[in-house]
């Protein structure tokens, strides 16, 4: 394998975890499969549209999301949003995603203070 | 937007039963919110433009696949090895079988070898296929079978794990692909023709142009040892098919191996006992030949059979010792 096919699967591999909870994040209020891909695209988290709608559906199975059919508008989409153990889920693993952000934070920075100390 | 329902439905013939209708209408739903996000000028769409958004979605099995809540496939990675294998000596066994029968039917009635041919292939084909299938569907049957118990192992490995019960580290010893292979393929062929071709065993020979054959072999007592024959190759086949899937021997399969080789030896002492040959059937032969000078051909033949019974005793009294021998070398490396 080459370094740029090695390189794209580490960070598909890193982004991987981060997916899920940036979807948690943003379906406390219901909000529909597209709907929810511009809302992150936005704000910077880009997903394929391929990654994100069978991940739904993958939630909705493991019970951290609902889901109902929504037929108010011209015609009827499939609204997500957390339930209950997604709610509880969403607190969990942000005060994971924090600790592991702080954490690696401060790897990565003794690592550069020890390599500018060595220049 | 027939081309969106033609490929709602594609994907949708790829799902399970059970999901599929919610499946398709939430893909048709998407599909056109990702029109309306495209164009959203328009409210009319071209072939083009919906084209354009199906590529996104990708080719209908891709996109099957990504929402299939399981692997659907028929012998997984895990398996097809084993599988292969197994196909492969099934196959050749019935081929071979085929093949033998169909020469000896030949010989019999007297048909010239070239019309082997046009028999050959409608001969094999039915055999080969229906054996391919049985392997087939039994290898199905354990995909779906097994995964349970791989899980059921590593929950017990997650939860009761104590390194301390984990077995000392003696070099496994590997089962000899090859000698277990050749020992299926046989096993299956004794079989097959003990069951189904034991009223062709005799001798034949030419007379002029006229094949012959005189029934020189005691049915009754074949018939007699058939019940016994049948369940040691039949555990002898279970043995090695264990045996080609393992890849390794264990105490159990070491003592289930020394069983089959004691009981063979057992089975083949007894038919040393019983008058196998009837050296009178030789009388049948008749022609210029004396009386006297059939019956001793014949008890010629019964005595080669007699020495056949007799090497096949030493050969398995050997593969027995063998056997004992690295039952007692893994015993005496585990204490």
Known sequence: MDYESILKNLVLELRRGILTLS???????PRYGYSLLQLLSLQGMEIDQNTLYPLLRRLEQQGLLHSDWSLEQSRPRRYYVLSEAGHRALRQISAEWRNLTATVESLLRNEEGKKDGID | MELIERYVSAVGRRLPHKV??????????LILDALEGRFPDKTEYSEEDITAVLRDFGPPAEAAARYAPSARYLIGPQLFEIYLLVAGI?????????????IIELSVNNVPLAGLIPRLLPGILPGAVTSLGFVTLIFAVLERVLPDKEKESLLDAAGKWDPRKLPPAVPQQRVKIGESAVSVFFSLLLLIM??????????????????????????DVVAGFLPYWNALLLASLFHHVVLLVKRHWSVGSRLLGISLSIAALTVLSLMLRKPLILPEGFLALGGTAAGEDLLRLGR???????IGLILAIAGNTVDLAKQLSALFKTKAQTF
């Open chain 1, 23 to 29: 979807v948690l994040s943003q379906l406390r209020s």
């Open chain 2, 20 to 29: 599929r209708e919610d499946i398709r209408a939430e893909l048709k739903s």
């Open chain 2, 90 to 102: 099934v196959l050749a066994v019935s081929v071979f079988g085929t093949v033998m029968a169909l």
């Open chain 2, 194 to 219: 003990l069951n189904f071709f034991a009223h062709r065993l005799g001798v034949y020979f030419k007379d002029g142009t006229q094949w012959q054959f005189i029934e020189t072999v005691n049915r």
């Open chain 2, 300 to 306: 010629l033949l019964a005595a080669a059979v007699r």
